[in-house]
């Protein structure tokens, strides 16, 4: 399976048709097609179903274009790695990030690398943990900014010199925005919008003790943005960190018992890495060693 025969196969998916998918390519149409029945015939499969106007994916067809994208942004990934190893530094880093206060930590230490290596280029990718050790995992992220605890195992880490401290952001016009703490009888009744995954494995799940059983959940996602407008649009209360950013119609309120955690800087073990990625990687342990954050 060649890597030019995937970009085929992505622009006929993006444009769905033959002719205008060649004409992007500087390819003839009866080229194209000869080439998308030899992959057909490769992977024992019919990748499109065609009409006389326009074609549409099959299944396997959908399959493929996920994977043929993580394979060409690999691939593209790959080639910069080995690119620009002269003494000025160059390249490209990918980082992976929650939303999380300790994000302005990680964005500080770029900065200062940055005085020293300006020609070195930044990839950020923000998911949730599993999104982002998913993509380490595949190759497609060097480095993820994530919740501990770490898989020491798989990973080398630094942790980050700032706590998460958990609350509940609430509509100004509910009967939790006056609170200055918010406890777990409160949120009985109360629709909560919660984190992704297990809810039974989460910490809000301990923290809620006797009363997790009698909270509802109404909404899940994966980051804090689009969760807020779910509380704004009145649909519940967000449990989440507090990020550094308000909300008009918003009142952020602390959790108590005070809930908090923790975040690290993660890369997988034995990795070789970029020269860039490398010596990112070298200036980042040191800088985050050094410092403290009282000010976020």
Request: aromatic share 10%.
């Amino acid at each position: 399976m060649e890597l030019r025969v995937l970009n085929y196969f992505l622009a006929i998916a993006r444009e769905e048709n033959f002719t205008r998918a060649a004409e992007q390519l500087h390819v003839t149409q009866p080229t194209l097609s000869r080439q998308i029945a030899q992959l057909e015939k490769e992977l024992g499969v019919n990748l499109f179903v065609r009409s006389n106007h326009n074609i549409i994916l099959t299944e396997d067809g959908m399959i493929l274009k996920r994977r043929a994208q993580e394979m060409l942004s690999l691939a593209d990934k790959t080639k910069r790695d080995f690119l620009h190893r002269d003494e000025n530094l160059e390249g490209v880093v990918s980082i992976g990030s929650g939303e999380f206060l300790s994000t302005r930590c990680l964005t500080d230490c770029i900065a200062e690398f940055r005085k020293k290596h300006p020609l070195v280029r930044y990839e950020f990718y923000s998911g949730n943990a599993a999104n982002v050790r998913d993509y380490i995992e595949r190759g497609l992220l060097d480095i993820g900014l994530m919740s501990e605890p770490i898989n020491i195992r798989k990973y080398d880490f630094v942790s980050m010199p700032v706590k998460e401290n958990w609350g509940a952001l609430v509509r100004k016009d509910s009967h939790l925005a006056d609170k200055k703490v918010i406890t777990p009888q409160d949120l009985v009744g109360t629709p909560v919008i919660s984190a992704l995954g297990e809810f039974t494995e989460s910490d809000i799940f301990k923290w809620l003790g006797n009363y997790a059983e009698k909270v509802d959940i109404v909404a899940k996602g994966n980051l804090l943005y689009n969760e807020a407008m779910l509380a704004e649009s009145g649909i519940g209360a967000v449990i989440g960190i507090r990020l550094n950013y308000n909300y008009n119609n918003l009142r952020f309120v602390p959790l108590s018992p005070a809930l908090e955690s923790s975040t690290a800087l993660a890369w997988k073990k034995e990795q070789i890495f970029s020269a860039a990625t490398s010596a990112f990687i070298d200036f980042a342990k040191k800088y985050l060693k050094g410092i403290t954050y009282d000010k976020i």
